[in-house]
């Protein structure tokens, strides 16, 4: 299996959709009576949390990441067809 990053917001995410998926499940067989809009700000609220999880995760690795400097347009050598025909 190929080694992946991390990514939390995906995590939070199936955590949220799973324990919905438990909930209607527990209703159709019988565990618990669940009413048909529980489920709603369970999701919502899920999807909610994960992409801040996301967007706090990416602003980390941004910031943690080692900043490529690049060189000043001025001081790149010519190329192309113009710098051959001086």
Request: charged share 15%.
């Amino acid at each position: 299996m190929l080694r992946h990053e991390f990514q939390p917001g995906r995590l939070i995410a199936g955590v949220f959709l799973t324990l919905a998926g438990i909930t209607y499940a527990g209703d159709a067989g019988g565990a618990w009576e669940t009413p048909w809009f529980a489920v709603i700000p369970m999701v919502v609220g899920g999807l909610c949390l994960a992409g801040a999880a996301g967007v706090l995760t990416r602003t980390i690795r941004n910031r943690r990441a080692p900043s490529r400097k690049q060189p000043e347009p001025d001081q790149q050598p010519p190329t192309g067809p113009a710098s051959k025909q001086q």
